[in-house]
Each structure stands twice: as structure tokens, then as C-alpha cells.
């Protein structure tokens, strides 16, 4: 099946650092959806992006959707404790249901003091 | 605005039992989608429901049904359960004529099959 490869899989970094962490596909995707995970909860959405190229800011997170449709980024500004939680991209792939949500693995962000 | 809200929210089975978890969907949205969480993975996409209807389904074997009502909430089944099974089982609704990739997720009901 259709697989996002999420990388890297785990960051630890200080207190007002910038984040970049990014997601690839072999497989084009018509969207990418951005998504963070706290322990106990589900998914909250963070961006989406819906063209080749767009570039969607909200606050201090900023998502890019690759002009190849086959990979995405995201970046977090200035981090804070409460940045702490697990990242995940997901869209639905070009050849499969446009309802259905594929998944990355995640990668897990740890902001230190 | 009421968001998407899942019970039981934690769930002890044994193998072989059935269980039903619930969702109720967000205000004004009309599908279903539910998802599979293992531990330390990204959700897998089970199957969604629209309309009382099954639109579409993932890669997940006939002992996972589901149904969907009138009100839009729905109920995820489980059969047969196996200890693979244990897992954050999530709900997200969307509605359909909108953003139709924006799903809203509930908090998840943890099932855990001894």
C-alpha cells in the first residue's frame, strides 16, 4: 500500500530552536494534511495543503507542499515547551479513495529547557 | 460547536470476545472515518461511513464492521479478538462537502486484549 516516510523519526532540541522535519512519498498525493498527536489524544489538524508549491503559514508552524506532489515539510519557529508531542503528515494518495487519510509514522519532538 | 467525542475512552477484552466502541461525530458533520493507532505507528485508515453507508475500507479483515445512524454517530465492531488488536482505536468526522481531506479527530478509545 501507499506508504509516507517521516523523517527524523525523533528530535530533541532547546527551547527556541527552529524544528524542520519533513515527509516523502514514493507516490503523488493531491494533499497534504499536517497533524499533532499529545499522549492520551487524537490527531489535531495543524496545516493543510491543497497545491504543488503552496506554502501555508500558522503562527510559528510553516508547511510546504513539494512540487514534485511527492513530499512535504514542516517547520516550527522559535519552539516552547509546548510544542512537545508527535508530528504526523497524511494526505490522501492520488490513486486511492479521497477520503481515505494515509499516515507517516510520526516523528516525536522533545523540546528541553 | 461539539467536538468529536468516543466511549468507552480505555477497554480491558480477552481474546476471542467482541466489542463495540462509539463515536459521536462534530456539529454539522456528516462521515465517519475510523482508525487503528498501534503503539509508536500512525493511524491505519479502517474504513468510513457516509450516509449510513461503508465508503470505502482499508486493508482490515470482515470481523471489523461498523455502522453508522441517522445522527451521524457510529459504532466500530470487533470480532474474534486477537492480541494484535490492542491498539488506540480513532474516530474523525468531516464534512464531506467541505474540506473533504480535513478530518476532525476524537481522543481515541485504547483497547487493550489480554
Known amino acids: 500500500g501507499q506508504q509516507l516516510n517521516q523523517s527524523p523519526q525523533s528530535m530533541f532540541i532547546q527551547e527556541g530552536e527552529d524544528v524542520s522535519m519533513n515527509c516523502t512519498s514514493s507516490s503523488i498525493f493531491n494533499t497534504w494534511l499536517w497533524y499533532k498527536q499529545d499522549p492520551g489524544e487524537g490527531p489535531v489538524l495543524l496545516i493543510a495543503l491543497y497545491k504543488a508549491g503552496e506554502l501555508t503559514s500558522n503562527g510559528r508552524l510553516t508547511a510546504q507542499f513539494g512540487i514534485t506532489r511527492k513530499d512535504s515539510f514542516l517547520n516550527i519557529s522559535a519552539s516552547i515547551p509546548s510544542d512537545v508531542g508527535i508530528y504526523f503528515c497524511a494526505g490522501p494518495p492520488h490513486s486511492g479513495s479521497a477520503r481515505q487519510l494515509t499516515f507517516g509514522s510520526g516523528t516525536q519532538l522533545t523540546v528541553l529547557p | 460547536e461539539t467536538g468529536v467525542t468516543q466511549s468507552p475512552t480505555h477497554l480491558i477484552k480477552t481474546r476471542g470476545q467482541q466489542v463495540t466502541l462509539r463515536c459521536s461525530s462534530q456539529s454539522g458533520h456528516n462521515t465517519v472515518s475510523w482508525y487503528q493507532q498501534a503503539l509508536g505507528q500512525g493511524p491505519q485508515f479502517i474504513f468510513q461511513?457516509?450516509?449510513?453507508?461503508?465508503?470505502g475500507r482499508g486493508n482490515f479483515p470482515p470481523r471489523f464492521s461498523g455502522l453508522q445512524f441517522p445522527n451521524y454517530s457510529s459504532e466500530l465492531n470487533v470480532n474474534a479478538l486477537e492480541l494484535d488488536d490492542s491498539a488506540l482505536y480513532l474516530c474523525?468526522?468531516?464534512?464531506?462537502?467541505?474540506?473533504?481531506?480535513?478530518?476532525?479527530f476524537g481522543p481515541g478509545t485504547r483497547l487493550t486484549v489480554l
Open positions: 474523525a468526522s468531516s464534512l464531506d462537502r467541505g474540506k473533504y481531506n480535513e478530518q476532525f
Open positions: 461511513y457516509y450516509r449510513e453507508e461503508e465508503n
